[in-house]
């Protein structure tokens, strides 16, 4: 199967996008459980610091309880779980109460299902396909968790990390010692902005997880992109703020996250970075 894989890059392709989908339905999972996950562990912790009797908590974690339909707890079964298919032929409605189901959740599986599609594509079977699977799966599951709760949980991002500079010592995207001083210095680069921002205006522009996030990325593609990853994620982020304000009526105050467009950033530094730094130069 595997040298059946290796020889045909379309079967390659097609076999990760279908992969990717089914790794989309758990994401979903990963992007609504997770930040429940970190708010219970906080209220235990607070219960424990005050010497408060909390009751026992039931299992919540990213297998049990097992996914319900959330107006009526009808428990969702095999055939209701397909990606992309399952909420296509329900209509996006629950087949027990006929309640909305949120458009997101075939939009996540197809977003991942495409984007694995186009990794398998990019760098063929090998070892970089692999990693950069798990990079880009990483990156959609915080860009999610970041849009909902404006968080980037430590969980996923140090794991990120420390796996791109494992990546790095086979040389798969760059060298250990570019990672290693990518990894410094995406966080430095955020930590320095953070605290210049702070200074001059007593607010903080943007929380420690945009830090650990750029510095993961800077562990995987080393340090030499990391001024793409922070140009595009400016920019992009630039627009979108500036949009929703004078369009959508947002108000100034309102955060918004940054983690998305660090992500998007990255990605793109990843599959086509090396081009466009190319291409910027020879102009």
Request: aromatic share 10%; with cysteine; net charge neutral.
């Amino acid at each position: 199967m595997l040298e059946t894989l290796q020889s045909s890059p379309a079967l390659f392709t097609g076999v990760t996008t279908i992969l990717g989908l089914m790794v989309g339905s758990f994401l979903n999972v990963v992007i609504h459980r997770l930040p429940r996950m970190m708010e219970r562990e906080w209220r235990e912790q607070c219960s424990a610091l005050n010497d408060e009797a909390s009751p026992p908590a039931t299992a919540y974690n990213l297998v049990v309880p097992r996914s319900a339909c959330p107006s009526c707890d009808h428990l969702i079964g095999a055939a209701e779980n397909i990606p992309v298919i399952s909420w296509l032929a329900l209509r996006g409605r629950c087949r027990h109460c006929q309640a909305a189901i949120s458009p997101r959740y075939p939009a996540v599986e197809a977003l991942t299902g495409i984007l694995s599609g186009y990794v398998a594509w990019h760098f063929g079977f090998g070892p970089a396909a692999l990693a950069a699977l798990l990079f880009t799966w990483t990156l959609v599951a915080l860009t999610f968790i970041d849009f909902d709760t404006q968080l980037l949980p430590d969980s996923m991002t140090q794991p990120l990390l420390w796996l791109g500079l494992l990546c790095s010592l086979g040389g798969l995207f760059t060298s250990l010692e570019s990672a290693l001083v990518g990894a410094v210095a995406g966080y430095l680069a955020l930590w320095t902005v953070y605290w210049l921002f702070k200074l001059v205006t007593k607010k903080e522009g943007m929380g420690y997880g945009d830090f650990k996030l750029l510095a993961a990325i800077g562990a995987w593609l080393g340090w030499q992109m990391l001024p793409l990853v922070i140009l595009l994620s400016s920019v992009v982020g630039a627009a979108v703020g500036i949009s929703l304000i004078l369009f959508a009526g947002r108000g100034r105050q309102v955060p918004i996250p940054f983690g998305p467009y660090l992500a998007g950033g990255g990605l793109i530094a990843m599959l086509w970075g090396r081009q466009i730094s190319q291409a910027y130069l020879g102009f």
